[in-house]
Nanobody, 122 residues
């Protein structure tokens, strides 16, 4: 069984930075898909960033150039570095993980964290 736990959310002002972490507990394999999604009240869940075991990444257009996803495969931690934050980045951020590769920003991940809140004030 795989369990995910996010941390690092909080409140910042416009232009600020936060780094989210997602620790993966349980079985993990070399091939994987890891991603961050977000959802704000009244809106659909949005895929933000994806990384695979080769280090390949995909970003939503809304965060390109501002967010960076990375993975520490040894420690089994996913990171999301968020810079130049905007009020529209305010949302609950969820870590997602799957033992299948290549899922990118599709929503059909097998494992999800509980979420960590990010609030950006103007």
């Amino acid at each position: 069984q795989v369990r995910l736990m996010e941390s690092g959310g909080g409140s910042v002002q416009t232009g600020g930075s936060l780094r989210l972490s997602c620790t993966i507990f349980g079985y993990a394999r070399i091939t994987f898909s890891g991603a961050w999604f977000r959802q704000s009240p009244g809106k659909e869940r949005e895929g933000v960033a994806y990384i695979d075991n080769y280090g390949g990444s995909v970003y939503a257009d809304s965060v390109k150039g501002r967010f960076t996803i990375s993975a520490d495969n040894y420690k089994k931690i996913l990171y999301l570095q968020m810079n130049s934050l905007k009020p529209e980045d305010t949302a609950m951020y969820y870590c997602a993980y799957d033992l299948r590769g290549g899922l990118q920003l599709r929503g059909d991940y097998s494992y999800w964290g509980q979420g960590t809140q990010v609030t950006v004030s103007s």
